[in-house]
């Protein structure tokens, strides 16, 4: 096994954060305050979740009554808006690659814990919809339980106390600024999944930023390494998403040579919103042509600095002509790696013919070859999604 920078400690024990790390809480909030705000005559902007995100209730409750200049007390706001979320914590799904580490750190017997600045009460609603989470856990921490929350560390070193560890033998796994902050103010390792795109130069006090759970290498801190990538590919739960083939930014064969058959992004939010940008391969249908082989970005290609997350699949097939408006389908079936900048069009270019050739290679492995035979691609099925 090789370690790594061996200026980095070795974890013994790992200490999660809920929240935006293991759940995608964000949607789940951003939904409410959509409703709640729009009965006061606000609306509420997305972006502005940045301001909540790692606070405690009590102080996320505070930013928004005042952001908002809303016509009531923080404890009238907050006596209003629990209940709603209440009955809606036991909703949230997990993000990408939670149900994987935690089952991985458990089997392997790596002791964890989970410390959050949510309430206790709240913290056992939200994770009891998942199965085998609980058990997991060898300790619990609410934000209720201690006397400060982050980016005070002392839920961390409360939770190591707990765990019957030195501080420096956690790592620590958080997707805000504050937890960060607690993370290193109590001396552990600290890796960044930011919960915020395009955040990621913010986080600079973490030992590690990665773009999304996928992407955790267990072994650089000592721990148990993933055996589950094959052939460069990480297999993932399928994902479908379809509609008419769009004219993109008319850069893909013009500016790299690579032609994207671009979908809209209409209609997706949420599924973008809960899938981390990177590089995906699956199959892909044109209604008039057939099933292909498939790669596909999705995220905000930082060397053309996007402002908005699109998808651009990249059918592994040499076409006669141009198919704008043509039925496209896409069953996702591996994730390759993360969103990357490049220093060059030049290294762009290489490394997407990499991902294509890691592609049509792993699409012949029977792991990833039954899908061509999904439903979702058969001709018959009525257009919509599936679900």
């Known amino acids: 096994m090789s370690l790594a920078n061996p ?17 995608n809480t964000d949607g789940l909030v951003s939904e409410v305050l959509r409703g709640f705000l729009g009965k006061y005559g606000k609306q509420w902007d997305g972006r502005e979740v940045h301001k909540i995100v790692g606070k405690t209730p009590l102080e996320a409750a505070t930013a928004i009554v005042e952001d908002y200049e809303l016509p009531c007390t923080t404890s009238e706001f907050m006596s209003e808006i629990n209940p709603i979320f209440s009955k809606k914590w036991c909703l949230i799904k997990a993000l990408p690659g939670a149900n994987r580490l935690i089952k991985h750190f458990s089997s392997h017997g790596v002791p964890m814990a989970l410390a959050s600045n949510s309430p206790r009460a709240n913290i056992e609603s939200k994770i009891s919809s998942h199965q085998g989470w609980k ?7 609410g934000g209720d339980e201690v006397t400060s929350g982050k980016p005070s560390p002392e839920i961390f070193l409360e939770a190591a106390k707990k765990l019957n560890v030195e501080p420096s033998a956690c790592l620590v796994i958080e997707d805000s600024i504050p937890g960060v902050t607690a993370g290193k103010a109590a001396e552990m390792e600290v890796v960044a999944v930011p919960s915020i795109p395009k955040q990621s ?4 006090s973490a030992d590690e930023v990665i773009n999304s759970l996928l ?12 055996q589950d990538w094959i052939e460069g590919t990480l297999s993932i739960e399928p994902w479908y998403i379809g509609g008419p083939v769009i004219k993109g930014f008319g850069r893909g064969s013009k500016v790299l040579g690579i032609p994207t058959a671009n979908l809209s992004t209409d209609g997706y939010s949420t599924l973008l919103s809960e899938h981390p940008s990177g590089v ?17 970005s999705i995220g905000w290609n930082p060397y053309f600095n996007n402002t908005e997350k699109t998808i651009e699949p990249w059918l592994l097939h040499d076409f006669a002509e141009d198919f ?21 069009l030049e290294s762009l270019v290489a490394k997407i013919h990499e991902d294509g050739r890691i592609a049509e290679r792993a699409l012949d492995l029977p792991l990833y070859s039954t899908y061509r035979d999904d439903l979702y691609l058969k001709p018959s099925i009525k257009d919509g999604s599936h679900s």
């Not at 058990?135 to 921490?141: A, K, N, R, T, W």
């Not at 130069?201 to 600079?204: A, E, G, Q, S, V």
């Not at 992407?215 to 993933?226: M, N, S, T």
């Not at 704008?324 to 060059?344: H, K, W």
């Open 7 to 23: 200026l980095k400690k070795l974890a013994s024990c790992v200490i999660l954060d809920l929240d935006g790390t293991l759940l």
């Open 135 to 141: 058990e997991s856990f060898s300790v619990i921490i």
């Open 201 to 204: 130069d913010l986080y600079t």
């Open 215 to 226: 992407d955790l290498r267990p072994e650089k801190w000592g721990l148990p390494p993933f």
């Open 280 to 296: 995906y391969f699956g199959w892909a249908r044109v209604s008039t042509r057939g099933v292909f082989k498939m790669v596909m």
């Open 324 to 344: 704008y408006g043509e039925d496209l389908r896409l069953v996702v079936v591996g994730y390759i790696r993360p969103e990357a900048n490049f220093p060059s």
